[in-house]
């Protein structure tokens, strides 16, 4: 495989020979009859929209994380099944081939699905967009909580958070009754159940390796010919988590992150009104954004 780090970011992919493709903010999309080819590029959003710069590598580091997950969080059962079925390239169907050397690493081929109209959040401590509406109004995503926390502080128990899913635009935190409207009564005890469970195992194997999950988000759809709930899309990932390294932990204040918090950072600073069009990233951040997905790889993987 080629050094992905140092060479410049994959923004997007040309396999035509694969038919059409869908393109979301950080993926490709391709329909290959039964089943989906998910491709992560390097792009990287930040408030919903796709910066102009991509990540050198980030599409590897999200793959093969997401891998990690899949493979560990499932060994004792009790959560929803989810929807890879291979991320192993020599397994790829014969279309895939011509196009090996941009499918290595960072693409899966996974069931087809129906997207439940939700993201599912998981919480453990208090920060991002949670500590601003705690200080604002003594809630995170409308659910009281006591007072007198303090920024990065651990909830007593995991936090429960779900939030729209918008195909355009940014999405917005909802209650869970809400949500139990959306997809149901029976759905969402099960979603929420689900997404609970994988953020206690993932939390406690991420601390095995010095690594704070502070909060992370779950996509769960319906198979297509019995309606069982799934998980789709990523996994814990930087784009998709808050991770912070447990020796340098210290509640009251923001965390250093292994995630793109670094780029919502810089971002801000910059004084970007968070609508389209985003500015430019200049070379340092790019370059230290992919150190920070690297590190997070190494950290849960070895290497």
Not at 32 to 46: K, V, W, Y
Not at 135 to 153: D, K
Request: proline share 9%; hydrophobic share 35%.
């Amino acid at each position: 495989m080629r050094d992905m780090w140092n060479q410049p970011a994959v923004v997007a992919t040309d396999c035509a020979g694969l038919g059409g493709k869908r393109q979301g903010k950080v993926r490709d999309i391709y329909d290959l009859g039964d089943c989906l080819l998910f491709i992560a590029t390097d792009r990287i959003s930040a408030f919903d929209v796709v910066l102009p710069e991509g990540i050198p590598g980030k599409g590897y580091v999200l793959t093969q994380l997401s891998k990690f997950w899949f493979d560990r969080l499932w060994r004792d059962g009790g959560v929803a099944p989810h929807h890879v079925r291979t991320m192993r390239p020599e397994d790829f169907p014969d279309a895939c081939r011509p196009y090996i050397d941009t499918l290595a690493g960072r693409s899966m081929i996974v069931e087809k699905a129906e997207p439940l109209p939700v993201e599912c959040i998981v919480r453990g401590y208090l920060a991002g967009s949670a500590w601003s509406e705690y200080r604002r109004a003594g809630t995170v995503c409308g659910q009281p909580l006591p007072p007198g926390l303090r920024e990065s502080e651990p909830f007593p128990e995991p936090l429960f958070t779900p939030s729209t899913k918008a195909v355009e635009g940014h999405d917005e935190n909802i209650s869970i009754e809400t949500m139990r409207g959306l997809i149901g009564e029976e759905t969402a005890v099960r979603v929420q159940e689900a997404s609970v469970t994988l953020y206690r195992r993932a939390a406690a194997l991420a601390e095995e390796r010095g690594i704070i999950i502070a909060d992370t988000k779950f996509e769960f759809g319906r198979r297509r010919d019995t309606g069982q709930v799934i998980v789709i899309d990523e996994l814990l990932t930087p784009d998709s988590s808050r991770f912070w390294p447990k020796d340098r932990y210290a509640p009251g204040q923001p965390q250093p992150s292994f995630d793109k918090q670094f780029v919502r950072d810089y971002l801000d600073a910059a004084g970007w009104n968070r609508t389209p069009p985003p500015p430019h990233l200049p070379d340092d951040v790019v370059t230290q954004t992919s150190a920070k997905y690297r590190e997070a790889l190494e950290r849960f993987v070895g290497r």
